[in-house]
Each structure stands twice: as C-alpha cells, then as structure tokens.
C-alpha cells in the first residue's frame, strides 16, 4: 500500500513508461484539450478530481504505479495525488505500491524534448512512448 509520495523525473519516467502496471495520470483541466498529452495517460482534471476517485481507482486496476503530473506538477499534480492517497488509505489494498508526481510536469516533459501524442481520443489508446 502506498504511503507517502515520491517525485519521478522525465528520464526516470521514460525509460519505465513500457511497463504494463503503470498508468500516468493528467489532471490538467481544459490545457489537455489544446496542448498535447503523454502517450497513454489518463484524464482526471483536477476539478472533478475528487468526485471521479472511484473512476480512477477502477481505471488503473492491475496496475501498480501511479504518476500524476498536470502542467508544471506544483500545485494541482501534488494535491490530487494526496487526494488519491487519502482515498487509498480508506480503501481496502488496490494492489498500488506507488504514487508518484512528474518533476515539473507536463510542460518541463515537453521542454526536454519527451514525445508527446497529439491525438483527440479520450481515453489515449497510444502506448508507444
Ligand atoms: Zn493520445
């Protein structure tokens, strides 16, 4: 059971992202619609965060990593994955051993030059990072 939070940085990330029990979470709000996105991550905005925990918690069954980010990780990426851990702590076991936040989230991803995916599917089906 996951305890407290850690920081992941994008090389960190990159070369774990192929690994099938980890899900990245967006929780930017409306940016996601016009920025581009990680490959594969989630969409939990950070304004319908805390309504949508049992979603997530369904969404990200069989995996046991979590990294949030939303655009520079300093304020809504920190707080909704305390809001998750909260929730995980009144949960019984998901089987999460991790919740981490993206160092300087979205925008310090594409500042050093990680790709990114440009599609409008919601959920992102790409995987290839
Ligand atoms: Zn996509």
């Known amino acids: 059971m996951a305890r ?13 992202t192929r690994n099938p029990k980890i899900a990245i979470i967006d929780v930017r709000d409306e940016e996601r619609s016009y920025d581009a996105h990680i490959a ?6 950070s304004d319908t965060f805390s309504e949508r925990l ?12 979590l990294v949030f980010h939303c655009a520079l ?6 707080s909704c994955a305390r809001l998750f851990l909260d929730y995980l702590s009144e949960t019984k076991d998901a ?4 919740v981490m936040i993206l160092e300087r989230g979205f925008n310090g991803w594409q500042a ?3 790709p990114v995916c440009r599609c409008t599917d919601a959920p992102c089906k790409t995987h290839d990072v």
């Not at 407290?4 to 774990?16: A, E, G, N, R, V």
């Not at 594969?40 to 905005?45: I, Q, R, T, W």
């Not at 990780?73 to 920190?78: A, D």
């Not at 089987?95 to 991790?98: A, D, H, S, V, Y």
């Open 95 to 98: 089987g999460i051993k991790n």
């Open 4 to 16: 407290s939070l850690s920081y992941i940085t994008p090389s960190q990330l990159i070369s774990i």
């Open 54 to 65: 049992p979603d997530l918690l369904r969404s990200v069954r069989g995996r046991d990593t």
């Open 112 to 114: 050093a030059g990680r």
């Open 73 to 78: 990780s300093k304020v809504r990426g920190p």
């Open 40 to 45: 594969g991550s989630l969409h939990f905005p």
